[in-house]
């Protein structure tokens, strides 16, 4: 599987987002981005790749 890695994702952090009929902090966030990466790297999971080059 190949997996494509934008590092411009963690320019754009939402403060608030609509959950339940209340704002409520960001659950997706850089920091979650960045350990789906890394879980996906400790599995081999396939190259991740920049969509940029």
């Not at 590092?7 to 997706?28: I, N, S």
Request: hydrophobic share 35%; charged share 25%; aromatic share 8%.
């Amino acid at each position: 599987m190949i997996t494509y890695y934008n590092r411009h994702h963690a320019l754009h952090q939402g403060r608030r987002e609509m959950f339940r009929g209340e704002l409520v902090p960001c659950f997706e966030v850089p920091a979650r981005a960045d350990q789906v990466l890394l879980e996906m790297q400790r599995r081999k999971l396939g190259p991740v790749m920049d969509p940029h080059t």
